[in-house]
Protein backbone atom coordinates (compact mmCIF):
# COMPACT_ATOMS: atom_id res chain seq x y z
CA UNK A 1 0.00 0.00 0.00
CA UNK A 2 1.20 3.49 -0.69
CA UNK A 3 2.29 5.10 2.21
CA UNK A 4 2.78 8.84 0.75
CA UNK A 5 0.26 10.34 -1.63
CA UNK A 6 0.75 13.18 -3.15
CA UNK A 7 -2.67 13.51 -5.46
CA UNK A 8 -1.48 16.58 -7.12
CA UNK A 9 0.41 15.23 -10.39
CA UNK A 10 1.16 18.93 -11.23
CA UNK A 11 0.72 22.49 -10.28
CA UNK A 12 0.91 26.20 -11.60
CA UNK A 13 1.68 29.40 -9.69
CA UNK A 14 2.18 33.24 -10.38
CA UNK A 15 5.32 34.71 -9.31
CA UNK A 16 5.28 36.14 -5.76
CA UNK A 17 1.81 34.46 -4.72
CA UNK A 18 2.26 31.33 -2.20
CA UNK A 19 1.27 27.60 -2.87
CA UNK A 20 0.35 24.44 -0.89
CA UNK A 21 1.32 21.00 -2.32
CA UNK A 22 -0.45 18.37 -0.56
CA UNK A 23 0.87 14.93 0.97
CA UNK A 24 -0.92 12.51 3.20
CA UNK A 25 0.71 9.83 4.65
CA UNK A 26 -0.25 6.38 5.82
CA UNK A 27 1.54 4.73 9.00
CA UNK A 28 0.40 3.44 12.64
CA UNK A 29 3.73 3.71 13.89
CA UNK A 30 3.64 6.88 16.48
CA UNK A 31 7.33 8.23 16.04
CA UNK A 32 8.10 8.78 12.45
CA UNK A 33 9.26 11.85 10.35
CA UNK A 34 7.92 13.62 7.31
CA UNK A 35 10.38 15.03 5.01
CA UNK A 36 10.01 17.35 1.66
CA UNK A 37 12.78 17.48 -1.09
CA UNK A 38 13.02 19.36 -4.16
CA UNK A 39 14.50 18.34 -7.27
CA UNK A 40 15.13 20.99 -10.03
CA UNK A 41 15.73 20.06 -13.66
CA UNK A 42 19.58 19.53 -12.85
CA UNK A 43 18.26 16.47 -11.34
CA UNK A 44 19.46 16.65 -7.64
CA UNK A 45 17.85 16.31 -5.00
CA UNK A 46 17.53 19.20 -2.44
CA UNK A 47 16.33 18.64 1.33
CA UNK A 48 14.03 21.18 1.81
CA UNK A 49 12.23 20.75 5.63
CA UNK A 50 11.55 18.31 8.23
CA UNK A 51 8.62 17.48 10.67
CA UNK A 52 8.52 14.87 13.32
CA UNK A 53 5.75 13.18 14.51
CA UNK A 54 6.23 14.39 18.35
CA UNK A 55 6.88 18.75 17.29
CA UNK A 56 4.49 20.38 18.58
CA UNK A 57 4.85 23.55 16.19
CA UNK A 58 5.12 23.34 12.59
CA UNK A 59 8.46 23.49 10.93
CA UNK A 60 9.42 26.29 8.87
CA UNK A 61 12.60 27.18 6.72
CA UNK A 62 12.66 30.82 5.34
CA UNK A 63 9.86 31.07 2.53
CA UNK A 64 9.29 26.68 3.16
CA UNK A 65 6.46 25.95 5.78
CA UNK A 66 5.08 22.35 6.23
CA UNK A 67 0.99 22.80 7.38
CA UNK A 68 1.18 19.26 9.47
CA UNK A 69 -1.95 17.93 10.82
CA UNK A 70 -1.43 14.79 12.88
CA UNK A 71 -4.93 13.79 13.16
CA UNK A 72 -5.85 14.28 9.41
CA UNK A 73 -2.27 12.38 8.75
CA UNK A 74 -1.34 15.24 6.16
CA UNK A 75 2.09 17.48 5.79
CA UNK A 76 1.59 19.78 3.28
CA UNK A 77 4.48 21.97 1.91
CA UNK A 78 3.71 25.63 1.94
CA UNK A 79 5.73 27.85 -0.27
CA UNK A 80 5.49 31.62 0.05
CA UNK A 81 5.85 34.51 -2.20
CA UNK A 82 7.31 31.64 -4.68
CA UNK A 83 9.73 32.77 -7.38
CA UNK A 84 10.65 31.34 -11.03
CA UNK A 85 13.62 29.30 -9.25
CA UNK A 86 10.97 27.65 -7.08
CA UNK A 87 9.61 25.16 -10.51
CA UNK A 88 10.99 21.87 -10.03
CA UNK A 89 9.74 18.79 -8.91
CA UNK A 90 8.42 17.94 -5.29
CA UNK A 91 9.09 14.96 -3.31
CA UNK A 92 7.11 14.06 0.12
CA UNK A 93 8.89 11.32 1.77
CA UNK A 94 8.48 9.39 5.42
CA UNK A 95 10.77 7.87 8.27
CA UNK A 96 8.96 5.38 10.36
CA UNK A 97 10.33 4.33 13.65
CA UNK A 98 12.17 6.29 16.28
CA UNK A 99 14.76 8.29 15.66
CA UNK A 100 17.85 6.43 16.71
CA UNK A 101 17.19 3.71 14.62
CA UNK A 102 18.27 3.48 10.98
CA UNK A 103 15.21 4.35 8.95
CA UNK A 104 15.19 4.49 4.86
CA UNK A 105 12.63 6.99 3.50
CA UNK A 106 9.15 6.25 1.78
CA UNK A 107 8.88 8.97 -1.31
CA UNK A 108 5.79 9.59 -2.53
CA UNK A 109 5.27 9.88 -7.14
CA UNK A 110 6.01 14.01 -6.74
CA UNK A 111 4.17 17.54 -7.79
CA UNK A 112 5.69 19.69 -10.65
CA UNK A 113 5.49 22.91 -10.10
CA UNK A 114 5.67 25.44 -12.50
CA UNK A 115 6.33 29.14 -11.66
CA UNK A 116 4.78 31.70 -14.21
CA UNK A 117 5.87 35.16 -14.33
CA UNK B 1 31.44 20.69 0.32
CA UNK B 2 30.54 17.18 1.55
CA UNK B 3 29.79 15.21 -1.42
CA UNK B 4 28.29 11.76 -2.70
CA UNK B 5 29.75 10.77 -5.89
CA UNK B 6 28.08 7.90 -8.40
CA UNK B 7 30.65 7.13 -10.68
CA UNK B 8 28.91 8.04 -14.04
CA UNK B 9 26.13 9.94 -15.18
CA UNK B 10 25.32 8.26 -17.89
CA UNK B 11 25.75 4.43 -18.83
CA UNK B 12 24.52 2.20 -21.90
CA UNK B 13 24.79 -1.48 -21.33
CA UNK B 14 23.69 -4.28 -23.57
CA UNK B 15 20.88 -6.86 -22.42
CA UNK B 16 22.56 -9.70 -19.97
CA UNK B 17 25.65 -7.46 -19.07
CA UNK B 18 26.49 -7.56 -15.62
CA UNK B 19 26.27 -3.48 -14.14
CA UNK B 20 28.14 -2.12 -11.56
CA UNK B 21 27.13 1.21 -9.95
CA UNK B 22 29.21 3.27 -7.68
CA UNK B 23 28.59 5.51 -4.79
CA UNK B 24 31.28 7.44 -2.65
CA UNK B 25 30.26 9.21 0.42
CA UNK B 26 32.79 11.79 1.66
CA UNK B 27 30.91 12.17 5.03
CA UNK B 28 31.19 9.34 7.29
CA UNK B 29 27.88 8.50 7.25
CA UNK B 30 26.77 4.89 8.13
CA UNK B 31 23.39 4.98 6.05
CA UNK B 32 23.17 4.69 2.53
CA UNK B 33 20.62 4.04 0.23
CA UNK B 34 20.08 2.90 -3.65
CA UNK B 35 17.12 4.41 -5.34
CA UNK B 36 15.40 4.05 -8.99
CA UNK B 37 13.31 7.08 -10.09
CA UNK B 38 10.87 6.25 -12.96
CA UNK B 39 8.41 9.44 -13.97
CA UNK B 40 5.06 8.61 -12.36
CA UNK B 41 6.33 6.52 -9.74
CA UNK B 42 8.48 8.40 -7.52
CA UNK B 43 11.79 7.54 -6.11
CA UNK B 44 11.63 3.45 -4.97
CA UNK B 45 14.31 2.17 -2.66
CA UNK B 46 16.43 -1.04 -4.28
CA UNK B 47 18.70 -1.71 -1.14
CA UNK B 48 19.95 0.29 1.95
CA UNK B 49 22.64 0.05 4.45
CA UNK B 50 23.06 0.91 7.87
CA UNK B 51 26.88 -0.06 7.98
CA UNK B 52 29.96 -1.82 6.51
CA UNK B 53 29.27 -5.47 5.00
CA UNK B 54 25.23 -5.07 6.26
CA UNK B 55 22.43 -4.90 3.68
CA UNK B 56 18.86 -4.89 3.75
CA UNK B 57 16.30 -5.12 0.81
CA UNK B 58 13.97 -2.08 0.27
CA UNK B 59 10.64 -2.12 -1.66
CA UNK B 60 12.42 -3.35 -5.23
CA UNK B 61 15.47 -5.80 -4.56
CA UNK B 62 14.57 -8.00 -7.28
CA UNK B 63 17.08 -8.18 -10.01
CA UNK B 64 19.59 -6.41 -8.07
CA UNK B 65 22.47 -6.89 -5.24
CA UNK B 66 24.84 -4.52 -3.49
CA UNK B 67 28.25 -4.46 -1.68
CA UNK B 68 29.57 -2.61 1.05
CA UNK B 69 32.95 -3.73 2.19
CA UNK B 70 34.32 -0.13 3.33
CA UNK B 71 31.89 2.79 4.99
CA UNK B 72 32.63 5.24 2.53
CA UNK B 73 31.35 3.08 -0.54
CA UNK B 74 27.73 1.09 -1.77
CA UNK B 75 27.92 -0.22 -4.74
CA UNK B 76 24.49 -1.63 -6.81
CA UNK B 77 25.19 -4.40 -8.92
CA UNK B 78 22.31 -5.57 -11.89
CA UNK B 79 23.69 -9.24 -12.46
CA UNK B 80 21.87 -9.21 -15.89
CA UNK B 81 20.76 -6.19 -16.94
CA UNK B 82 17.10 -6.09 -18.58
CA UNK B 83 15.44 -3.51 -20.71
CA UNK B 84 13.39 -2.82 -17.54
CA UNK B 85 16.03 -1.66 -15.55
CA UNK B 86 16.13 1.63 -17.91
CA UNK B 87 15.73 4.18 -15.08
CA UNK B 88 17.72 6.97 -13.66
CA UNK B 89 19.59 5.57 -10.20
CA UNK B 90 20.20 7.67 -7.30
CA UNK B 91 22.52 7.01 -4.50
CA UNK B 92 22.25 8.55 -0.93
CA UNK B 93 23.79 8.77 2.48
CA UNK B 94 22.57 9.83 6.40
CA UNK B 95 24.03 9.82 9.68
CA UNK B 96 21.47 8.26 12.11
CA UNK B 97 18.34 10.23 12.74
CA UNK B 98 18.67 10.87 16.38
CA UNK B 99 15.56 13.04 16.14
CA UNK B 100 17.01 15.92 14.41
CA UNK B 101 15.77 15.37 10.96
CA UNK B 102 18.84 14.72 8.77
CA UNK B 103 17.93 14.47 5.51
CA UNK B 104 19.69 12.43 3.10
CA UNK B 105 22.27 13.74 0.84
CA UNK B 106 21.48 12.27 -2.54
CA UNK B 107 24.41 11.59 -5.74
CA UNK B 108 23.75 13.43 -8.80
CA UNK B 109 22.34 10.02 -10.10
CA UNK B 110 23.09 7.73 -13.03
CA UNK B 111 20.98 7.59 -16.06
CA UNK B 112 21.08 3.62 -17.00
CA UNK B 113 20.09 2.76 -20.79
CA UNK B 114 19.59 -0.87 -21.39
CA UNK B 115 19.54 -1.72 -25.06
Known amino acids: AQKITQTQPGMFVQEKEAVTLDCTYDTSDPSYGLFWYKQPSSGEMIFLIY??????QNATEGRYSLNFQKARKSANLVISASQLGDSAMYFCAMREGPSNSGYALNFGKGTSLLVTP | DVKVTQSSRYLVKRTGEKVFLECVQD?????MFWYRQDPGLGLRLIYFSYDVKMKEKGDIPEGYSVSREKKERFSLILESASTNQTSMYLCASSPPDRGQGYGYTFGSGTRLTVV
Open chain 2, 27 to 31: MDHEN
Open chain 1, 51 to 56: QGSYDQ
